[in-house]
Structures are given as structure tokens and as C-alpha cells.
């Protein structure tokens, strides 16, 4: 209560009062039997209503899960259903919940607790390696409204899993808020990959607050993609490699235009004897987009190693990147380092690719999209391939 009008520590502050929490309820139903304009923009985040290649699918929109179901050859070796659901079913779930996000952080996590609007549950089973990914969607359908989800994401000891979450909204939304608190749990010797796809609009807010507790021999490898405009994204997720050995991995790609300001990075904090952490950035502004690339490296133990790399590619220049990667040693014998870099397309490499017989544009948008690999995030290649797609279309789109 005491946090609810208190603004983040970075990132513009917004009036949560602005938006509605009225949202009609809807009824539980097959995924595949939701409104084609849902499916399509579902598909834009990476997220199939077919099922497709996914192992089990959690679908909410608005305040209600329409969709929960682990396909069946997954059954017995991961589970996915509502946050609410899973309160029912557990009596273990206070143990995972605001423990590694703080709820009186800012507003924006005391508002996902005072206003909860369920969120997904994950949890692959100890042992378990699931060969195909978990998706889930979060989707809002009605304008102005605010949506507030607490999603818990479990690998249990020696697990193998991958989850694509895709965030979106119908195309008659404008304008909303979407908060999102994700907390995660990568136990002994498990690995976890974790995909977040957003598109949202022109007029959004989004919040996404994260934090992971990675222990001995385990490795977090999270991916983020924003590559549509949005009024305002700040996000900034925390991995504490406690553990022995353990690994924390952040990529991300950003793709700024219009109006769009994007307060997007990420921290990790080396805890565990042996712990490694890796951080990798591209952001590209065009229009008036601003957008500030953050990174943060704490060696808290002795034989830890971390490094930093952000790159930024300006294509206007009424567009800002700002680039802010920082080191802090606690410890001697830990070991970390940075690389970054903006600016803008080298005039002799558009020049090169034309009197190779590409066009301007051509040279301009094969240059943007190799700027925009996607097989930086070490993905399975069924799931690089989706993403690349999705990559050249917004870039083909917007050059």
C-alpha cells in the first residue's frame, strides 16, 4: 500500500489511475476456436493457435485464461495453467511468490498485487527434457484497460525447457497498461530458455518486472524482442546466479520507431563460486524514437566472469540511443567487461552492397536485418526460424 504511488527508480512515470480495470469475463475455450484477427495477431508474437510444434499452450485474455492444456505426450513431464490455479492446487506456491521480485519495488509491482489478474504457472518436472516449447500468450482485447499478471516459471533439478511467451494486443487497442511480474526458479543442473516476443501499440504502456534465482550448475538464457512501436517500455530483470557454476544469459533486440521510448536492460549479480554471465544488446531507433540500453554486471564471488556488449544503430537523426553498461567488483577474482557502440549505417558499406547491384534500400535493409540477427539468442532452430521471419517482416515493414 505504501508503494502505490511510488514511481520506478528509472523510466518515465505514469498515472495508473488513467486506465479501466473493467473487463468483460471469457469462457474457457479451445485455442484454435478464437477469433481469426486473435489468432493472427497471436502469431505476430510467436505464438501458434494450432498448437503447432508447442508442447502446451496458456492463452489469457484481458483478466480471464481462455486456455490451458500440456499436449499429451508431455503429460507427467511439465504442467501449465493459471497462477490462481495453481494456488489451488499448491500449498507450496507462497514459497515461490514475491521471492525474488519485491512487491513494494514501485507502483507498478504493488499495483500487479493490490489488482491481480492471474498470469501463467510453468514448471517442468525434475529430470524432464522437453523437446518442444511451452508457449504462452497474454493478450488484451479491450482498449484503455489494465492488465496485471504474475507469471511463476519453475525448472526443476536436471530439467530441460524451453518457453516462448508472445505479448499482444487486438489491432482495435490503442492505447492500455500491461504489467507483468515473472519470477523464476532454475534449480540444480536445470536449463531454461526463456523467449519474450512483444507487439503492442502506438499509445502502450508496459511494465514488465523480473527477477530469476539461477542455482548450482543451472543456466537462465532469457531473449527479449520488441520490434513495433510502443508509447513507453521500461524493463530492467535481475538474475542472481547463486549457484555454483551457474549461468545467466540476457539478449535482446529492439527495434524503436514513431514515438517510442524504450527504457530496456538487464542485471546480474555473480554469486556462486564459478558463476558466468553473458549480455548482449542491439537496438536500432528510427523516427523520434528514444531509447536507453541498460546493463549492470555485479561480481559478488571469487572466480566469476561476466561481459557486456550493446550495439546501437541510429537511422534518423531525430532518434536517440543512449548506451549504459555498468561493472561493479566487490571481489577480487572476478573478472568483468564491456563493449559498446552507436551510431549509424557506415556509408561505405551501402556503397559496397550497391555496386554489388542491391538498390539503396536493398543495401540499406540487408544491412539493418543482419544487424538484427536472430541467431545471437542460441535458440532451437525450429524456433530461430520463426523469429527470423518475424525479424525480416518488421524490418522489410519499416525500411
Known sequence: MKAKEKPAAIGPDIDVKGFTREAKPWTCCPVVSLPEDFAKRALTVGVRTDEGERAGTYFQVDHSTVFQKIQKMFEGKAEI??????????DWMEDYWWKVVSADADKYTALAELEWDRGYFIRALEGQKITLPLQACLFISKDNLDQNVHNVIIAEPNSEVQIITGCTVHP??????????????????????????????????VRPRTGALI???ATFSTNY????????????????CKGKNSRARFTSILYGSGDSYLDVGSKAVL??????????????????????????????KEDTKAHLECRGLL????AFIHSIPELTAKVKGTELSHEAAVGKIAEEQIQYLMARGFSELEAQSLIV?????????????????????????????AI
Request: aromatic share 8%; hydrophobic share 45%.
Open 369 to 397: 536485418r543482419g544487424f538484427m540477427d536472430v541467431g545471437i539468442m542460441g535458440l532451437p532452430k525450429a524456433l530461430e526460424t520463426e523469429i527470423k521471419r518475424m525479424v525480416d517482416t518488421t524490418t522489410a515493414a
Open 172 to 205: 482495435n487497442v490503442q492505447r492500455g497498461l500491461h504489467v507483468g511480474i515473472s519470477e523464476f526458479f532454475i534449480k540444480e543442473g536445470a536449463k531454461l530458455t526463456f523467449t519474450m516476443i512483444h507487439n503492442w501499440a502506438q499509445n502502450f504502456d
Open 315 to 318: 537511422l534518423s537523426d531525430d
Open 81 to 90: 495453467m493459471s497462477t490462481k490455479d495453481a494456488f489451488e492446487k499448491y
Open 271 to 300: 554469486q556462486g563460486t564459478g558463476s558466468r554471465a553473458e549480455m548482449i544488446a542491439r537496438a536500432i531507433a528510427i523516427d523520434r524514437a528514444k531509447i536507453f540500453a541498460r546493463g549492470l554486471l555485479v561480481g559478488e
Open 225 to 240: 524482442i520488441c520490434l513495433n512501436p510502443v508509447k513507453s517500455l521500461q524493463m530492467y530483470p535481475v538474475a542472481y
Open 215 to 217: 542455482e548450482d550448475n
